[in-house]
C-alpha cells in the first residue's frame, strides 16, 4: 500500500472547493448572456392541452420565447417516454411539461411562465393504489432485470404444517428525492455541436441520450458534471431538464439555463413508488424459517413502466424450504416512480426485517439469535455459495458495541420520566453490481501521472477515493497522480448508481495503472468488459446489522432516536472517512423514511400536496442524535482486483426497520405503515 492510497483515509480534494463555493454547479458556470427557462406544468391529471397563449407569456418584458408541443424542436423516439417532453398534446399526470418560458432573467421567465395561459379538455383520473386495484398486473421484470416472481418448493404445505407462522402487512408511502442541488443544466450549441453542464450521475449516458435525441454525432456532443450536489437515483438518467435545456437553446441559438424548483423536482424527476406489501414468515419451534412469502404492490405511471424490485432482497436473505414472491403493479395516473436510493431493497427490507421481528416476539427467541440461527452461507434464490457473507459477525459485533445482552424483551416497560425507552435490531443486504468501465492512464514527462475516469462524484468522494485507487495501483504518493472525472469525452463509463461506481470505475483505473506500469506505452486505455465477463458464478452481497434506540413521548407521540449503530460487511473499505459518512448518510436517511418521509397524495387533484420542504420533511440535525457506523474486516477475492462491495446505498436498507422494532419495543405499538407519526402511534397507545 502507498502512503495515501487505499485505507488511507484523505479528507475529500474537493473539500476546499466545496466549502469555499469555488465549486461550480451545474448552472453556475459562467456563460455569457444566457436565457433563463422556466418550465410550465400541466394543471389537469389526465387529458389533453388545447392551447397555449404563447403571447400571454411573451408580453411580459425580457421573455424571449415559449416552447411547447406546437413549436418545440422534434425529438427522436426514446425508450424512455418521459424524455418525449413537448411532442403531444397529451396531459398523462399532473406537474407534467407543458411549456418551456424563456427569458433574459430568471425573474421574467417565471413570470411568463406565471401568466401563460393554458387551457385543457381535462379526462377523469386515477391516482390511488390500493391493494386490489383493478389495473394490477406481474410486469415482465423488475428493476433492473429480476425476475418478477420466484418460487421454491410448497409454501402453503409448509405454512400449514408449522407451529409458528407471523403474517403481516404493512406499507411505504411514495417519497422523493431531494438532493441539495436541484436537477440543472446549461445548455449550448455551437452549429451541430453541443456543450452540456448537467447535474447527473453520469454523463456518458446523458450524451448518448441527447446524441440520439437531437441526431448529431456522439463526439459532437461533450456533457460535464464536475460537482454534482446529490441525486440518490433520481439523476441516475437523463431527465426531462436536460432535454428542455438544449431543446431551448437549439430554438432560440442562445445559450440556456436550466434549474427546477424543488416543487417541480416533486413530479419531474422520479421518486419512490409507494408500496403494499405482504410478508408472511413461518417457523419451527427452534425459531428457524420452514416458508416465506413477500408479495408486494407498487404504482408506476402510463407514460413509462418503473416496476420496482421490492422482494428481492428477501430472496437472498434467509434460508427457508419453502419460499415464494411477487410483485405486482399499476400504471396510474402518477409521475413516473424511479430510483431513490436502495430501490427496493429499501421499503422490502422494511417489510421483511419488521416481519422477522414478530417472529421473535412469537417463537420467544432474541431477535439478534433468531437472525443468526437463519443465516445462510448458500444464496436461498440462487443455491450459489455467497462469495463471503458476514451477516452474523455484524449482529454480533453490533449487539457487543450497542449493549444488546440482557435485554428486557418485553415490550412497553421501560421509562425514563415521560419517555417510554425501547430497542430494536434489523438486518441488511445489498447487491454487489459491478459495470463495464473505461480509463486511460498516462505517464506525463516529469514522472507525474494522469489518469481520466468519467466517474461522478454525486458527494460521495468518489473523486477522493479513485485518486487513492490510483496511487496505490501505480505505487506513488497521490500527489504524484492527476484524476480526471465527470467529462463525457472520457472514455466511456457507467452512472454512479447500484453502489457499484467505487468498483466499477476503481477496476478500469486500477487496471489501466497496472498495465501503464507493465508497458512501455506513455498511455493505455483500458475496457472492462473482459474482467465482468470472466467472473465466477457466485453471489455476491454486501450485509449489514442496524441497532437503534428510541425514545417516545408518553403524550406527545413524538419519537426520538436516541442511539443507533450500524456495523457493515462490505468488502474493502478504500476510505474509512468518506465511507464512515456514506453509511451514516444511509441511515440519516433510513431515519427519515421511519419517521418523516411521505407524499401526501391529494387524490381530488391528482398531486403530491406536500411538494416542499416544509410539508414534505427531511431529517435534520436535529433529528439525530448519536449515530454511529462500522464495519468488519471483509477480504473478498471474488469481487474485482480492489476487493470492494460499495457501500452507498445499504446504510439506508433495513435502517427503518431497526427503529420500527425499537419503537414497538419501546411502547408496544407496532406502526406498519410508515412513516412513525405521532398521530398513528398515540392511536396505538393505552389511553392513561
Ligand atoms: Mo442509486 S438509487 O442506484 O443512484
Redesign the pocket.
Known sequence: MSEGGIGAAPVRVDGRDKVTGRARYAVEHPVDAPLHAWVVQAQVAVGQVRHVDRQSALDVPGVVAVLDAGNAPRVADAADAELMVLQGPQVSYRGQVVALVLAESLEAAREGARVLRVTYDEAPHDVQLTRDHPKLYRPGQVNPAFPADSAQGDFEAAWNGSPHRVDVRCSTPAEFNNPMEPHATTAQWDGDRLLVHDST?GTTSVKQHLAAAFDVAEDGVRVLAPHVGG??????SARPNVVLAVMGARATGRTVKLALTRAQQFSLVGYRTPTLQRVRLAAGTDGRLTAFAHDAVEQTSTVFEFAEQTTEGTRHMYGARASRTTHRLAALDVPTP??????GEAPGMYGLETAMDELAEVTGIDPVELRIRNDTQTDPETGQPFSSRHLVECLRRGAERFGWAGRDPRPGVRRDGRWLVGTGVAAATYPVYLSASGARARRCPDGTFEVGVNATD?GTGARTVLLQVAADALGVPPECVRVDIADSDLPPAP??????GTSSWGTAVHLACRRLLEGTDEQVVVDTADVIAAQAEVSRHAFGAHFAEVRVDLDSGEVRVSRMLGVFAAGRIVNPRTARSQLLGGMVMGVSMALHESGSLDVGSGDYANANLADYHVAAHADIADLDAEWVEEVDDQLNPIGTKGI??IGIVGSPAAVHNAVWHATGVRVRDLPITPDKLLAGLPQR
Request: charge should be positive.
Open positions: 450521475q441525486g440518490f437515483g433520481a439523476k441516475g424511479r430510483w431513490m436510493r436502495a430501490p454525486v452512472v454512479a448508481g447500484g453502489s457499484s452507498g446505498e
